[in-house]
């Protein structure tokens, strides 16, 4: 058994250990009476519709906002494109807010959450004296001729951090499943199509389906219960992003090109907008995993399709190799051990943080949405294929 399966094992554990007394604290907090106007789930074609359009806007943007500055470093021209798709993504998310379905704990925790999270990290930046948003509010008002004093300046930050951690989530876990909604049932009904003929496409090479396996079906379910709250999300969501949050960084504190090129503040600045979208990379794979999707065939076991998903994404990140490599370069051109240490710990709280809100939201919020749609479309769409049949 490997490390990643002992991991899963353990989580898959703890999840159902802690599910059943999570459950009852949501039930406790949600009303008795049945809420009539729910939200309904987002549009799908209209969040595809327009995304791009929404891409294209914040290109446009970041360079207007890099001429208007005069940013000309690396540095500074990359945190300029974090910033503006942080920002357009919170302006996604307080525009779709209302169309995000309730979950077990009542919207209202989702604000507390946050609110917690940014007052924790507005502490953590103020003890540490890395005052990332600070300076941002500050470049921006000293843009338009502003001063404001010292006070109403981390007021200020307080807000905006508790804004991006609350709308930036809604945000980026919105487009993300809305895109998955659909392109998962395609991939699936693809895949399925295949075993008619015994073809292999892109489905079957990304999710590393051995060649060696004549699959006969892909089924999909059954999933867990989606009235209680899943914890198997929260927690699966919350450990991968630190783990592959701290592997991404990797790439940038241990590079002596960065390392010289560009201040402590800049690089942690990057990688704590940077964060924001590491669920991307991973609700893809574990929303497979959590619909129980795999091929059936004349093999003892059905494989798994997220554990070839899982293998893909981390391959493409852990060049271990590549990282010891620019280590040793960076110790070698005189930069210390300390100050890369110094360098994910400062980035470690928020990753933390930001972790544990979007692993909250999404369990709370978009899991149920995402796994049942696909799982009820493909089998749907199974059941009316064989009886076409």
């Not at 991307?280 to 059936?296: D, E, G, H, Y």
């Not at 110790?331 to 210390?336: A, S």
Request: proline residues 3%.
């Amino acid at each position: 058994m490997t490390k990643g399966e002992r991991l899963d094992n353990v989580l898959d554990s703890v999840s159902s250990n802690v599910s059943d007394r999570v459950d009852q604290l949501a039930e406790r907090m949600v009303s008795k009476k049945a809420d009539s106007k729910k939200a309904r789930p987002w549009n799908d074609a209209l969040v595809q519709r327009y995304f791009p359009y929404f891409v294209v806007v914040c290109i446009v943007m970041w360079l207007i906002s890099c001429i208007l500055t005069g940013s000309d470093t690396f540095g500074e021209v990359i945190r300029i494109l974090c910033l503006v798709f942080v920002v357009g993504f919170a302006v996604l998310g307080l525009i779709g807010y209302a169309s995000v379905p309730s979950g077990p704990f009542p919207r209202w925790t989702l604000f507390l959450v946050a609110f917690i999270i940014a007052a924790i990290q507005w502490v953590i930046g103020d003890i540490t004296e890395s005052w990332i948003y600070e300076g941002l509010i500050r470049d921006f008002l000293h843009f338009f001729g502003f001063e404001v004093s010292v006070s109403m300046l981390k007021t200020m930050s307080l807000l905006l951090i508790f804004l991006f951690t609350m709308f930036t989530t809604v945000g980026v876990l919105m487009v993300t499943v809305s895109y998955l909604r659909v392109y998962l049932v395609r991939v699936f009904k693809t895949m399925q199509c295949h075993t008619a003929d015994g073809s292999r496409g892109k489905a079957e090479s990304f999710f590393m389906v051995p060649d060696i396996i004549d699959v006969r079906e892909v089924r999909v379910g059954p999933i867990q219960d989606g009235s209680s709250f899943n914890v198997s999300s929260l927690s699966y969501l919350f450990m991968y992003m630190v783990v592959l949050g701290a592997l991404i960084s990797s790439y940038l504190f241990v590079n002596p090109y960065f390392l010289q090129s560009m201040s402590q503040r800049t690089m942690l600045t990057i990688m704590v907008m940077l964060t924001m979208f590491v669920p991307v990379l991973i609700i893809p794979w574990l929303s497979v995993k959590q619909l129980n999707a795999r091929t059936v065939s004349d093999a003892p076991r059905d494989y798994m399709l997220w554990q070839g998903a899982k293998t893909r994404l981390f391959y493409t990140f852990a060049g271990l190799s590549v990282f010891m490599m620019m280590f040793i370069i960076s110790l070698y051109f005189g930069f210390t051990l300390t100050g890369i240490l110094d360098n994910y710990l400062d980035f470690l709280v928020p990753l933390i943080l930001t972790s544990a809100m979007y692993s909250f939201v999404y369990a709370n919020n978009f899991s149920k949405v995402l796994l049942e749609y696909v799982c009820d479309e493909y089998n749907s769409w199974k059941c009316g294929e064989d009886v076409g049949a």
